[in-house]
């Protein structure tokens, strides 16, 4: 598979490099003829400049084509990655500290422009677990943008028909006898019940192609499952969406 990838994405640089290059050229040669527009027939002038819309249009497809292949070949690439290395003793406050804060700075134009509340509770140590640290961070971000990206949706649905809605993305951890539960919270867009039991395959994704390449929420289930543990989701469409991460607890 990861031969099959890398020949796939040689001709496939070429293809993005060649379309966003050609788009250049395209806007060359609009300028040249409208240099030329005094000394041309209206109706050629005229079919000349549709020609090169048009021209320019097909590239862009083009390109956006060759980019959303790219990012599923890099989808793929990732998924062939061994992520059972790096294991070790970690205390999760440790990485939802840095989460929150990871949070404020990359979400920080989206939080402020659409006035998303954001709420993190758990306790100041105590949370162990075997775990690579910085795989168990990239999974948590990963849930907490789609819960950011679930809001947005609903803020730009509301402003759209004049309707109140306060956006709220939450992330609670506790320690419940033997297993570490993180919850993590939003009154988004919820996932429909007819796909709710699809979300975590591989490539599925109710966003377009140009957003993602539905292997976010496969590859972190597959990370805490890594480390004897699970992620679970419910929602109900327009309403919520909430993901559990367990995992089991080690003593100090």
Known sequence: TQGLIDRILNPLNYINNFSKLSEGLVKDVKANVEDEKEHMDEENYEDTMDVLDMLSGNLQKVGEHGQNTTRTLKAM???????????VKTDITNVLRQN?????????????????????????SG???????????????????????????IVQHAAAANEAYQPEVTLHARLED???????????????????????????????????SGTGLYLSRETVQNYGGDITAKSVKNEYSEFTITLPAIKE
Do not use: W
């Not at 690439?77 to 294991?87: V, W």
């Not at 929150?100 to 100041?124: C, K, R, S, W």
């Not at 539960?181 to 709710?196: L, P, Q």
């Open 77 to 87: 690439e990732e998924m062939l990655k061994d992520r059972s290395g790096g294991i």
């Open 100 to 124: 929150e804060e990871m949070v404020g700075t990359y979400y920080a134009n989206l939080i402020a422009d659409n006035h998303i509340q954001t709420i993190f509770t758990y306790p100041d």
């Open 127 to 153: 949370l162990i677990v075997k775990a690579n640290p910085e795989l168990l961070s990239k999974t948590i971000m990963s849930l907490l943008g789609n819960a950011v990206y679930a809001v947005v949706k």
């Open 178 to 212: 033997t297993q570490i539960v993180i919850t993590i919270h939003d009154n988004g867009t919820g996932i429909s019940e007819n796909i709710i039991s699809k979300i975590f395959d591989p490539f599925f994704t109710t966003k377009t192609t140009a957003e993602a």
